[in-house]
């Protein structure tokens, strides 16, 4: 059931929900969550049989501020440096877990990820919450297992159906999810590139942030393919594009296309999407258009790659793990 989530009446029912230890789908800026309280095993384990997670894969948990953090984590100084400058936002740290807190969302690691969105309705949920004696929420992206993230309350319903509560929050700002920036280790590592840039990330620390290929031991769910439609994507380098559309055709039945500029060899009737220019309209869009593509029932999505440069790293991120399947 989707409810206006501006409504204050229905932020507490839904605070409700969750401290009666059932779930809730609510927006963030980034992604919108399935939520369910942290501290609470059953009803985290309600999450990972509604989406159909593998139990290894450790969920982030959502507070209402830094104060609510140190009940699942040790913010370590260059955590708190992240938190400093990024709390409320778009970015999850990785930290020490508070021995026996939030066991089942953190599927047992002796670390945890924590955020505090910026989302005015996530915001207003998470203090509601806390009043209502639930202390941080543990919520993945709203999607089943492998899926595309859904950035609106109707990709939530498209999911899962009308029987879970989703508190509609418009359209997530941002799109992509937090950047993951793990600062349990010596040397911090980007776990995950989002909206943030690298460089951001690394002056708010004051020190270089290792690739996720470099942390080790790597995090459970962070490689695996994701993201994906049920059309096989490719990502193509602009050239290979051109020509493959040139020597191969383009059957509107079959394939969409995903690029920059619209290249001479797409047929008439083929569905092509422009990529935005800007890296962060480009975020904005991606997952709300790989969605529509998809279920135009198309077998084949053709993407260009992104530019280089550090600001597209969040949006070739999703896609490289789109095409991985
Ligand atoms: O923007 C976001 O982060 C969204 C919204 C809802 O807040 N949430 C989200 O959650 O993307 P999810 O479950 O789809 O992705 C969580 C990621 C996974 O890749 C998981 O491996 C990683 O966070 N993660 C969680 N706890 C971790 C830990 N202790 N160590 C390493 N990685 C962790
Ligand atoms: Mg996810």
Redesign the pocket.
């Known amino acids: 059931m989707r409810v206006d989530g501006r409504d204050a009446d229905e932020v507490a029912r839904a605070a409700a929900v969750l401290a009666s230890g059932e779930l809730v789908a609510f927006p963030?800026e980034?992604?919108?969550?399935l939520g369910a309280r942290a501290d609470d095993d059953a009803a985290v384990a309600k999450i990972f049989a509604l989406k159909g997670r593998p139990t290894g894969?450790?969920?982030?948990v959502?507070v209402a501020s830094r104060d609510e953090a140190g009940r699942f984590g040790t913010l370590s100084p260059l955590a708190e440096r992240i938190v400093d400058a990024f709390w409320p936002g778009?970015v999850?740290v990785?930290v020490r877990?508070v021995p026996g807190a939030a066991e089942a969302a953190?599927?047992g690691?002796a670390?945890?990820?924590l955020?505090c969105?910026a989302h005015p309705v996530a915001h207003a949920l998470l203090v509601a919450a806390r009043e209502a004696g639930v202390p941080g929420v543990a919520?993945?992206?709203?999607n089943r297992f492998g899926r595309i993230?859904p950035t609106s309350a109707a990709h939530v319903i498209e999911e899962f159906g009308e029987e879970l509560l989703v508190l509609d929050g418009g359209p997530a700002q941002l799109g992509i999810?937090?950047a993951?920036v793990?600062c349990?280790r010596e040397r911090p590592a980007l776990?995950?590139p989002?909206v943030l840039t690298r460089e951001r990330l690394e002056a708010a620390l004051g020190a270089p942030l290792a690739g996720a290929d470099l942390a080790s031991p790597r995090?459970?769910?962070?490689l695996e393919s994701h993201y994906a439609p049920r059309a096989r994507l490719r990502l193509m380098p602009t050239g290979m594009l051109k020509t493959a559309l040139e020597v191969l055709g383009s059957d509107p039945l079959k394939l969409a296309v995903y690029s920059r500029s619209v290249p001479s060899g797409v047929a008439t009737g083929v569905r092509h999407r422009r990529m935005p220019a800007r890296p962060e309209q480009a975020a904005h869009e991606l997952f709300a258009v790989l969605r529509e593509l998809d279920n135009a029932g198309v077998h084949l999505i053709w993407v260009e790659e992104p530019p280089p440069g550090p600001e597209w790293d969040g949006v070739r991120d999703r896609l490289s793990r789109a095409a991985a399947t």
């Open positions: 963030t980034t992604v919108y969550g894969h450790p969920l982030i959502h778009p999850t990785i877990r953190a599927a690691l670390t945890i990820g955020r969105p919520a993945p992206s709203a993230s999810e937090s993951i793990d349990s776990l995950r989002g995090a459970p769910g962070t």
